[in-house]
């Protein structure tokens, strides 16, 4: 009988400029395209990911996130603040709204227009 794999769930911070440059939906399709489940959302000026997989697929997915990273992206610190068994992923992998209560202003790039809810 062959041996299923243990699932894991890594919770992560990324800080830098991860808001209003494409990076949600970067890391939606590379969590599809590698099957990892879980969420990404706005927390402050910070993206949290939630993701939940295989070892293997899961140290490809956070090793992707910092080398493939869209063009006007980049990332100052990546803070894996859990890591843990997964005993119940969830279906798919989504984008969720943004946490609310922090104000704060993130990093924009120079060059790109703030849509209508950052202003």
Known sequence: MAEIASLVRVNVLLAG?????????FVFRLAEELGITGFARNVG???E?????????????????KTDLPPLASIDSMVQ????????????????PSASGNCELTAVPPDVAVCSDCV
């Open 81 to 96: 603040i859990e890591r843990s068994v997964c005993h119940a992923p969830g279906e798919k992998f989504e984008i969720v």
């Open 17 to 25: 400029v991860v808001q209003g440059v494409g990076f949600r939906p």
């Open 49 to 65: 990911i939630q993701a939940e997989g295989d070892d293997y697929r899961l140290e490809q997915f956070l090793s992707r996130l």
């Open 45 to 47: 000026t910070a993206l």
